[in-house]
């Protein structure tokens, strides 16, 4: 009997899913292929929005955007993706205002295979939920986040969550609490403090 392997699904503190695509590139104005591998080494955002042309993804795109300056300042490639194609994703840049001056390469994921081994694919649609995936420069996903239809995405979020992550892979062992935020108190994880976090918050 032939050994069947299964394919690798995303998951939290797990590689990520390799994926080699065509991307749409706004500011050659031409294709061209992705593949995480080629990324090693680097922070990376895998940001998936449900289809070009439609009503809340370009106001999150638009989002995305506005924030390129501090995604660049903490080093990070952001990817967007969808299950169109390269051609539909050069339209929607050229026709939607909000997405005039779009930044970053959109990524086709037009057999929707990607989108089903990140597991946000909708079967019976063919098309994908709203997913974020935060990959750090070892290949690892260090945050996942899924939303539901019309519900839209916050970048000054994610953005927190990235700092946090960076924080805490250049000091090992600390622990970063709710909202933290850059310059905020940190925690180190230990049964010492248990049943005194708070004061621990304090000191």
């Known amino acids: 009997m032939e050994n069947f392997e299964y394919p690798m699904i995303a998951k939290i503190d797990n590689k990520a899913p390799e994926f080699n695509l065509p991307a749409y590139n706004p500011k050659t104005d031409d294709e061209e292929k992705i593949a995480l591998s080629d990324l090693k080494n680097k922070w990376v955002v895998l940001f998936y929005y449900p289809a070009d042309f439609t009503f809340v993804c370009p106001t999150e795109l638009k989002d995305m955007a506005d924030q390129e300056e501090k995604f660049k300042e903490l ?74 239809g019309p519900l839209g995405r916050n970048s000054d979020e994610l953005i927190r969550k990235i700092e946090a992550l960076q924080f805490m892979r250049a000091h090992p062992g600390t622990a970063c609490p709710a909202k933290w935020a850059v310059w905020a108190k940190t925690l180190t994880p230990s049964i010492k403090i248990a049943w005194e976090v708070a004061e621990a918050l304090e000191k």
């Open 75 to 148: 080093g990070v490639e952001v990817l967007a993706a969808s299950t169109d194609t390269v051609y539909t994703h050069k339209a929607w840049v050229k026709h939607e205002r909000l997405m005039h001056k779009f930044p970053y390469k959109m990524l086709a994921d037009h057999n929707t295979e990607i989108a089903d081994i990140y597991n946000i694919l909708d079967e019976d649609t063919g098309i994908a939920g709203r997913g974020t995936f935060i990959i750090d420069p070892d290949g690892m996903i260090r945050g996942i986040e899924v939303t539901s």
